[in-house]
């Protein structure tokens, strides 16, 4: 139900019960003054009682009031300017017809995050490494987070770990998850145990074998800051290999959103189904499904999502490497 219709369902059920017990008795018990019980009664008697229902509100008018197209014009003006403040913006923002105070800028750049210059010019920085796949290090410390953009097969590899569960006679299960982040080609693993370094480790030289069978070179990965990702093991490993690794903020999983939502879509598509319909006694009789899975989800499941648009993660990797070959 609407407000509006449980304010309509409380005026006639007052009316109602004053018919049984009285105006007076009824009144009270609603906590309204008879007053307003009277004005309901007149306003039914006259129009029904749908005339009960609360009318809406007129939104109060702000002349003052930006407009959309001001407010997109100031964020415009100040990330292709990040390195102007608020005064020097008015000039620049009078040429395109808006006429604001330097305050009223400011309100609007502190509002989207765009109030330092540092904001701005990791705005600018993100939406460079977006469209031309240029990453620095503004574009990773921007207002928006890591930019998670790549243009590259294995440019950059998010890489995460994510608790199946403890299953009897097997122990607790790990799945430690990669998904690429410009083609979104995904490669898990399944541990029995803790999730040590050593582990992150050697699923390290999975993912790489995983993605030079598809003609692809492991550059980077992005983790958090477990002790799995952190540990001398799995930095030495990197080291070894030459593999850059960025971390994220502390407590900032949506700067990992790519592996992120890869794992609730295994979790959903596959964990909760699987467990219901079969048994799982062993290791192997869940990891072989797992991996059947995952390659289906890498060359026939159709992603939805903004930036895959309907394509597999296999399309956008031969798609990208023709781009280069061209």
Same mark, same amino acid.
């Given at each position: ?13 007052? =009316? ?17 003054? &008879? ?7 007149? &306003? ?45 913006? %008015? ?17 609007? =750049?502190? #509002? ?31 207002? @928006?987070? @890591? ?14 770990? @994510?608790?199946?569960? #403890? ?69 030495? &490993? ?27 879509? %295994? ?15 062993? =290791?192997?009789? =869940? ?12 060359? #026939? #499941? ?25």
């Amino acid at each position: 139900m609407t407000p509006a219709q449980i304010i309509h369902a409380r005026r006639t059920a007052v =009316l109602e019960h004053a018919a049984r017990v009285g105006v007076t008795a009824a009144c009270a018990a609603a906590g309204v003054s &008879r007053t307003t019980y009277y004005r309901w009664v007149r &306003r039914a008697e006259r129009y029904g009682l749908a005339a009960l229902l609360p009318k809406d509100r007129r939104p109060p008018a702000q002349p003052n009031a930006m407009s959309p197209e001001e407010v997109s014009a100031i964020l415009a003006e100040a990330v292709a300017r990040p390195t102007l403040g608020a005064r020097q913006l %008015v000039d620049h923002l009078a040429e395109r017809g808006v006429h604001r105070s330097a305050s009223g800028v400011q309100k609007v =750049l502190r #509002r989207h995050r765009l109030g330092t210059r540092r904001q701005r010019t990791a705005a600018l920085a993100s939406i460079t490494a977006a469209q031309d796949g240029l990453l620095t290090d503004a574009a990773q410390e921007g207002p @928006f987070g @890591f930019c998670l953009a790549a243009v590259d097969p294995g440019q950059v590899v998010s890489v995460d770990t @994510f608790y199946v569960g #403890r299953l009897k006679g097997v122990g607790a299960v790990w799945q430690l998850t990669a998904v690429d982040v410009a083609t979104r080609w995904a490669v898990v693993r399944l541990v029995v145990g803790d999730k040590t370094a050593a582990v992150a480790a050697r699923f390290l030289d999975q993912l790489s074998a995983a993605l030079a069978a598809v003609d692809v070179t492991l550059g980077s990965v992005l983790s958090d800051n477990g002790p799995e990702f952190t540990g001398r093991a799995f930095t030495d &490993r990197l080291a070894e290999r030459g593999i850059t690794h960025h971390r994220i903020p502390p407590r900032s999983p949506n700067h990992n959103a790519v592996c992120e939502r890869f794992q609730g879509t %295994v979790l959903a598509e596959f964990y909760r189904p699987h467990f219901h319909r079969v048994r799982v006694d062993r =290791l192997d009789e =869940l990891d072989a499904p797992l991996q059947a899975w995952t390659a289906d989800y890498n060359r #026939r #499941r159709p992603n939805r999502g903004h930036y895959m648009n309907g394509r597999t993660p296999g399309q956008v990797l031969h798609q990208l490497q023709t781009r280069h070959t061209a």
